[in-house]
């Protein structure tokens, strides 16, 4: 690992001024990715902003329609809070489904919307479920966050303080996990919010994008079938040693009916 | 830089490098050698401590963040003479071979023990599904936490 | 007390490991100590022209730099491969010189080429990124499909080729097969597998400048075995002023066998510095590093009868060597391999052919297994595929081809003479256990969930404990392989036992105190069991090739009895009788038809305070053994492996596997079932999960556990796991050898499950979900 200037700041603004004065820096939040990176040399930041004591940025709130969560609650938190279980059982079970259990243990919802991994399984909630990114100065809607691998709609500094899911009628996360870094190859969150349906789709592509010919069939038709017939254009699809784009089109496609087929259940 | 944290019910305030990794300290400051490292993308689990009542990877932790935390080490659990159920239990199934993994597995088989959850086989492997042992095919493994538990081995 | 040999003793050694107490070699720190980290090739192949280190050794905590040429031009020479093979005209095998640190040209990608010296390892990282190197990239040979056809590697070995060898009667399996009614054919892979020990490899080096003695503590499966040739091959230092200490071990498999570039640049580097110098691998360096195993192309074909009596094999591969000879890289895809193609059968002509290539990656060495399981994939493979081709069950029809009990000795086509043994027990064993009877129900319920469900077996055989020394040397090995057991029998009757193994996971410590506290009749905390010092015992070979019971375990108990047999002569002179009138049982010496009588304590005492004794009695009560095994031992027995597919996503999952397993006599029988629960795993991992993979140009794309896929719990069942029983005829414990047999069976049994379920004729290893669901669907 390379030096850096490491901080440890006890507030949001805080932490934003930090960030800013820095020539280089970085936040850090669970570090799941992060630190990693930093142990293999692959980054060189001049600081390091650890969100770690920001106590503001963690937290399980239900008002009304919309749950809304922390940037810095652990996966784990999320994978067994019981409002999360009964507002959002999916994302729960999505939460539930990262890494391993020393991953939910360190990682975080923020880390994993603001880094924007392909493989990554909350992008597909945020965009499945039209979450809203409320960040130190603004707020982004999920369809013009994700922009490409690796790059969100974050300006340079700007800070996620929570993401408000709306809650939907009934919601399902299915997984094809990597066999090697459990990741997704392929996931899916499908949301019913009764009369509109979302279908956020993680791994398959640079990012996490939405499938609005699936959409528009559920919205017709609940109906499990609809994902084998949708049109899904795998010309950008990834393409790896664990699947080809070929493979993964099928593979969103089995995942995108079995979620569908587990709303019904 | 200074951190603090209780490690195995001791206080301690160590001066350490910004980049210094909790793993680090752990093994080379505080000679706990019984946490291991056996990867370098945080995915093995040999490292795996307890750090405010949670299994994490020390690894993929820095000094920093653990300022201020509660870590237990393997060192930390029972001793020759008084094991913890846990230990008694690997030794009892045959739970271990060469060893490396096991301070990993233990701290992180803790987690799922003291979890309040139904333990059956199916939950031991998921919750097991970050610690690799190439020695045992976790079959004696997970007999190991299923006897902790006091389930059906 | 007699009842300890063969029951389930709890392991000793556990408690260290347990509470955090192991001592493994990277927790070993010496005082002054450096850090080493090593400058590795990024090209598969390139000459290496300027070395500038003037920047790396003005980085901050740089202490020293040594390159390829540093360390020629300090006489150390290159790493030998330790097995001369020949080829079928008789010429020696074309071996590519491999220096430690590449001097001129790297063949590999990750090979290394340089090591910094550093206060820290922070500093040794930044000293090697500060190296600033010339490098020409050449064409790069990656792939062994095209390693005979592509670019030359190493000037003067044409075609890439270090040998052509064969074993068998051509003439007789070319007739046997123009007889035959049907001929199975089959091309597969065998495919590219890397170790990964949890424990990386690595040594702490220190150099004592005043006596001129190196130590070197390392992650040795035998460290005698490396003393030797680091004194002999490499001229690091004389053999008398280097010892070597392998202390706890995580996990080996093979892949801490060999002798490698960078403990031996640490160790030279620890005189230049003198200080100790510590490399520890991370992960990432392992993979590029560690010596890989398998990778072999092969077809075979099987001809056969109308009744489905095997005629003829023949079988044609191409073994990866990788880009340089491994240590025993030769033997493995040669006699580790050829010679167990007969696989339990009568097959009456055998023929083998194996080109050994060279190519631009990581060289290939043994893995768990070596040579054994490639063996028995292509027998198993080719016998089921075989059975379906005539409409025959699969059981039935190893069944009329299997070596009968009465006629063991048997010697097959292909060199070997099996001592004895009973695979159709073992099957019918397998059967019962694996309820194959209620197969088809449960592929019916499978059926009606849109699954598919398998059924795949595997009867193969092993060869372990490789022997006897004489025969190994005549084909090329360049050491003995027989096995030092000393047993030191202390003054208050206490046993030090001394052993040539190496425990690195498999109990020995228990084991061995097991079978020399039955010996005696004492209990097993009289016996202590010291290994991995060549320090502190004579001489040893190590532990790999499942040896260490049958060769190191022989070897205690030959000593056991010259220290019985000593006992009797000191309890005679002292009971005032002669030796033959003494008995031994239970821990006691007794004269025979008298109440007189000494215990095993009582004896041990005597011994080192000598009253009196006669002249040609000598004091004290310490024996050993070189143990030189007559034949190999022949573990075998039948692996099921049933498998459900769904077949929308490609996914195996392993529904239930059972290993009914020979080795001969137990000593204990849960140290046994781990061997072969960790044996079954890898081999699951081989034909589910596993596949060391390189592009075309060299680069390792399966470099961490990100892309290689490692065995998970939730990825395996829990095994059923039972033994059968012939004893061994030619060692004294009639055990033969437990460590390899699941990863040698259990990879046909999973594809013969996965191609039944699919209706496939093959699928290539690993059997992703990919390429299932292309098979499931095409």
Known sequence: MYDFAYHRPQSAAEAVGVRQRASDGTYLAGGMTLIPTLKQRLARPSDLVDLGALKELTGIRLEGRTLTIGAMTRHAAVATSADVRRAIPALADLAGQIGDAQVRNRGTLGGSVANSDPAADYPAAVVGLGATIRTDRREIAADGYFKDLF????????????????????????????????????????????????????????????????????????DPAGAGTAALDHSRFNSDLAASSEFRAQLVRVMARRAVEALAG | MKVSMVVNGVPRELETRSNALLVDLLRHDLRLTGVHVGCDTSQCGACTVRMNGAAVKSCTVLAGQAEGAEVTTIEGLGQPGALHPLQAAFQETHGLQCGFCTPGMIMTALDLLESGERLDEARVRAGLDGNFCRCTGYHNIVRAVLLAAGANA | MNAMIGQPVRRREDIRFITGRGRYTDDINLPGQTYAAFARSPYARAKIGRVETAAALATPGVVAVFTGADLTAGGIGPLPCGWLVKSTDGADMKVAPRPPLAATQVNFVGEPYAIVVGETLESARAGVEALDVQFEELEAQASLATAMEGVQIHEGIEKNLSFHWALGDRTKTDAAFAAASHVTRLEFANNRLIPNAIEPRACVAA???????????????????????????????????????????????????????????????????????????????????????????????????????????????????????????????????????????????????????????????????????????????????????????????????????????????????????????????????????????????????????????????????????????????????????????????????????????????????????????????????????????????????SRSLAVGGSALVKSAEKVIDKGKRISGHMLETTPDEIDFEEGVFRAKGTNRQMTFGEVALAAYVPSNFPEGLEPGLSEKTFYDPKNFTYPAGTHIAEVEIDPDTGVVTVAAFTAVDDFGEIINPMIVAGQVHGGVAQGIGQALLEHGVYDDNGQLMTGSFMDYAMPRADDLPSFAVDTTVTPCTHNPLGAKGCGEAGAIGSPAAIINAVTDALKVKDIAMPASPERVWRAANS
């Not at chain 3, 590029?288 to 044609?316: C, M």
């Open chain 1, 151 to 222: 790059e969100t709609a974050l300006e340079p500094g700007e800070l996620i303080r929570e993401i408000a899911f709306p809650v939907p009628t009934r919601a399902a996360y299915r997984k094809f996990r990597h066999p090697a870094s459990r990741f997704a190859v392929a996931g899916v969150f499908v949301a019913d919010f009764g009369g509109s349906v979302r279908v956020g789709v993680t791994g398959a592509g640079p990012c996490a994008f939405r499938w609005r010919e699936l959409e528009t069939a559920l919205a017709g038709k609940m």
């Open chain 3, 207 to 545: 150099y004592d400048a005043s006596t001129e003695d190196f130590t070197l503590y390392t992650t040795s499966q035998n460290p005698h075995l490396e003393r030797l040739i680091l004194a002999a091959f490499v001229g690091l230092a004389p053999e008398h002023k280097l010892r070597v200490v392998s202390p706890d071990v995580g996990g080996g498999f093979g892949s801490k066998i060999f002798v490698y570039p960078e403990e031996t640049a640490a160790a030279w580097a620890a005189r230049r510095v003198l200080r100790p110098v510590k490399w520890t691998a991370d992960r990432s360096e392992a993979f590029l590093s560690d010596a890989h195993g398998r990778d072999h192309l092969t077809t075979a074909e099987l001809a056969l009868d109308a009744e489905g009596t095997f005629l003829g094999l023949r079988v044609k591969t191409r073994a990866n060597l990788g880009a340089y000879l491994s240590t025993f890289g030769s033997s493995v895809p040669t006699y580790l391999y050829g010679t167990l193609l007969a696989g339990q059968y009568r097959t009456p002509a055998i023929h083998v052919e194996v080109d050994g290539v060279y190519t631009n990656t990581a060289p290939v060495d043994a893995y768990r297994g070596a040579g054994r399981p490639e063996a028995t994939y292509v027998v198993e493979r080719i016998v089921e595929t075989a059975a379906r081709e005539l409409g025959l069950d699969p059981a039935e029809i190893r069944r009329r081809n299997f070596i009968r009990p009465d006629q063991f000795p048997y010697e097959t086509p292909v060199a070997l003479v099996y001592d004895t043994g009973d695979y159709e027990q073992s099957l019918a064993r397998a059967l019962t256990l694996a309820d194959v009877a209620g197969f088809p129900a449960r592929r019916a319920a499978s059926e009606a969930r849109g699954k598919r469900r398998g059924l795949g077996y595997s009867c193969y055989i092993e060869a372990c404990g490789l022997a006897p020394s004489q025969l190994a040397i005549q084909l090329g090995a360049g050491v003995g392989l027989y096995e030092s057991g000393e047993i030191r029998v202390n003054p208050t009757g206490s046993v030090t036992v001394f052993t040539g193994s190496h425990s690195h996971g498999q109990g020995h410590e228990t084991t061995f105190a097991q079978v020399v506290a039955t010996k005696f009749g004492i209990s097993m905390e009289q016996v202590e069991v010291v290994h991995g010092d060549t320090g502190r015992m004579e001489f040893g070979l190590g532990t790999y090739g």
